[in-house]
């Protein structure tokens, strides 16, 4: 996929989230305000995915050489954000695993190989357990670190500054979680960028997919 195609799809997604509200339940009374505050919030989280990826060049060229595996890791909402990259990105061809960036200072620095890719997913990109699984994997197996936020470069500490192959910011969704402070926006930005970024790089052809998922009701329709 291009980057037009996805720039498409961003237009779709805006046009269905529109489309959206119409199909609430009028069953109990809807604050339409607050709603159109939600799907403006939700149309940007969407729009910073396809920004995104425009920064993510050289993520992109060392997933499509495909020297190593390519480690996700977060802590809190970012783990599980991580958990479903993953596993998509495995999905397509994408050889991925998953990380609890708390652990590998604890021993799980030792799933990551020569020749592998780490990225980090942190809102803040200054998490005490993040920087410190930074510096360990630069002291050890010496990794492609990269690092997804929604803080700016100069805003990041200097362990992200000075090991950090590639920072990629989602600028928009900063100071704009749905209801102020729980993790929403950021996360579907996450997702978002994520899925895009398993599109663009994804390796397997429709047959090898289908090989790869010979199960439930989608392995059926694909074989």
């Known amino acids: 996929m291009t980057m037009q195609d996805w720039q498409a799809i961003n ?14 339940s009028l069953s109990e009374p809807v604050d339409y305000d607050e709603l159109s505050r939600i799907s403006e ?46 596993a998509t990105f495995a999905s397509v061809g994408i050889p991925s695993l998953q990380l609890d960036t708390a652990h590998i200072t604890h021993g799980d620095a030792g799933f990551v190989m020569p020749g592998d890719a780490v990225l980090y997913i942190s809102k803040s990109g200054r998490t005490s357990e993040m920087l410190n699984a930074i510096k360990c994997l630069a002291n050890t197996t010496k990794p492609n670190q990269f690092l997804l936020t ?4 100069e805003q990041l500490p200097s362990i992200v500054q000075d090991f950090c192959s590639e920072v990629i910011t989602l600028p928009t969704i900063c100071g704009h979680e749905m209801n102020g402070y729980s993790p929403t926006t950021s996360t579907l930005s996450f997702v978002s960028f994520l899925n895009a970024l398993a599109m663009v790089c994804q390796t397997f052809t429709r047959e090898q997919f289908a090989q790869h998922h010979p199960g439930g009701a989608l392995g059926e329709e694909l074989n």
């Open 150 to 153: 929604c803080t700016g470069f």
């Open 41 to 86: 919030i939700a149309s940007m989280a969407v729009a910073d995915s396809v920004y995104g990826l425009a920064s993510a060049e050289k993520l992109i060229a060392y997933i499509k050489a495909k020297p190593g595996r390519l480690a996700i890791a977060g802590i809190g909402k970012s783990h599980h954000v991580a958990q479903l990259a993953a």
């Open 11 to 24: 237009n779709a997604c805006l046009a269905s989230i529109e489309q959206g509200k119409t199909y609430v």
